[in-house]
């Protein structure tokens, strides 16, 4: 009797883990198969891309050629012909026409000049896999291509490696200054006083969750009185301005919950804020600068807004959203590129996160759960 | 500028409700597998990519072709292989085509709200949960009656963070469509009427909204400052 209970309990056990597996799987398959898809694609073909699916490389059964033949110049192509003993008209022969024995025939190409094809389904896979879309859409030089028909088309890549090294130049600076200044403010809300304390945190605190897009419009107009549009100069202080008041709570949240000992006992031998700060905060601070530094610099080079707004369209300083997104806008079914492109400005957060995701976590941890 | 505020309202209730639903669904089932950390990294993954990223990632997924030649894309692969016609998803069925710019949505943010229930389902204590089962409380009343008013401040600040997140939302219908088919929001909207009509009084009109919306949580904040002690 005990161990049948024991026995069924296992079996309980064993059911509901399958359950909760199963549904977590199902649930990580959604929520990956449409980055896969892509990741897949950017490695086919531009022929391929445009004629089948990306899951057409895993085994499938499809129509393979086994034999064509031009069709007879006496066929009547307007009505009803006989081909191969099946009697049908060129728009169901344009479709394919099955036979009995498992065989299609298909009428390919245009009425006058097509040719017919006798086919078989067969087990295959595409795996015509190559770099080209990688080298197109990084080089940006114009090459050759064929399509279906041979004829050659001369068609434009597009210069991503400009684009990369711009999205650096934004967002490495845009990372690093608002952490400067925010560590300082930090610490000066954390453990000093002065007055107008309270008011100014106050200011940080509501900056936090301004919108964005309320702010463009008076930096904007500032941008166009200095002259500023369209440098590096205008996103780095934009993406600061932006940044600081996240960067400031996040790092005060922390910093105010570092031992109050510590910070006591510097004082009684005689050190100044200044020395402490640099000697004993930051030292102590750097799990939180991490996290904060990785989120900035993901929002950075993801982003789009900003850049879009203070660099304008002059292609020189365009970083990598923008260049995605200028292809989805103009050549929005040139998948070879775009699939490309969108991986290219996926790598770098990718590394990033994979590599410091523990900061990554903590960071997001501290800054909702206590707020 | 009614159909951005209608279509911002629409993706706030099926935005942000299913990204804290699925948050919450995956943190539950992961907390409970082998396959924890992995899952876990899978789903939370798209917090890495770009917005524009996303739109491309899901361009490819809504793709249309005509009916005569193979679909390329997912979505409508799978449709006309039940026997529909191929449908240009985020272009018809207005208002509904904002569901499928919702999904993308969605599809970022759950990873976001996964990790904090996630790291609050751990916080539980073990004896509580073993109490409700020791006394026979079922899976599911243990996670409703227990676990759910346990994580409930944890619940509230995620929705908050991103319903505040979903008021600005702006790249993903930038770049999907545009604005187009009935599918402004009121930060597209913003871009194009700065641009083209120069008008940006209800931009204003907004981050007041928000800044009342926000209040409670600068409260909050401010009692714990005032509590501070400094040098």
Redesign the interface.
Known sequence: MAANSANSKQRQKLI?DII??G???L??FV?????F??LV?SFRTRFD???????SILPHREWMKVNEFKPDKDLDRDGVMTIKGLQGTFKEFRKGIETPDGTRVTWIGNKRLGRIEVQERRWTMRTDLTLENYTNVLSGKKYALKDAAGNEKIVRGDNFWGAILNSLTVAVPATVIPIMIAAFAAYG?????FPG??IL??IV??A???????E??PILRDYVKLDLNGTFLAVWLAHTGFGLPLATYLLYNYI?GLPRDI?ESA?IDGASHFTIFTRLILPLSVPALASFAIFQF?WT?????VALVSIGSKPDVQV??MR??EI??SR??D?HL??A??FI??IL??A???SL?RFF?RG??AG??K? | MQEAVRNNVLWIVFGATLSVV?GL??AV??D????ENI?K?????????????A???????Y?IKDAA??????LN?LWVAVGGQPQAWTAQLQPWNNLFLIVILI?LQ?G?AM??FS??IKGIPGELLEAARVDGAT?VQTFFKIMIPYIMG?IV??ST?II?FT??I??VV??MT?GQFGTHVI?TQ??RQ?FTNRN?GY??A??IV??I??IP??VY??KQ??E?R??
């Open positions: 509901s909760i597996n549904a977590l799987f649930l990580v929520w990956t198969v449409p980055t898809g892509v694609s891309i445009q004629t089948s699916g990306w899951w809300f954390a453990w000093m006083n304390r309270k945190f106050v605190v509501a936090l969750v301004v919108p964005v897009q309320i463009l419009v105010s910070l004082f993901l080079w993801n982003d789009y807004l990598l959203t995605l997104a989805v806008g929005g079914s998948w775009l699939t492109g969108a400005s996926m957060p990718l990033v996160f994979f995701q976590v997001m941890l909702s759960v707020g | 699925f669904l995956i089932l992961a409970r597998s082998r396959f899952a990294s899978l789903i939370f993954l798209p917090m890495a990519i770009s917005m524009v990223g739109g491309v990632i899901w361009n490819f997924v793709e030649s193979p679909q390329i894309g997912l692969a599809w759950t976001y990790v904090l790291a609050a899976e944890t600040t995620v963070t505040i008021l600005k702006f790249d930038q770049v545009g930060a913003f871009y700065y940006f931009g204003s907004i981050a928000l800044l919306a926000v949580v600068m904040n401010l400052f005032g501070r400094a040098f």
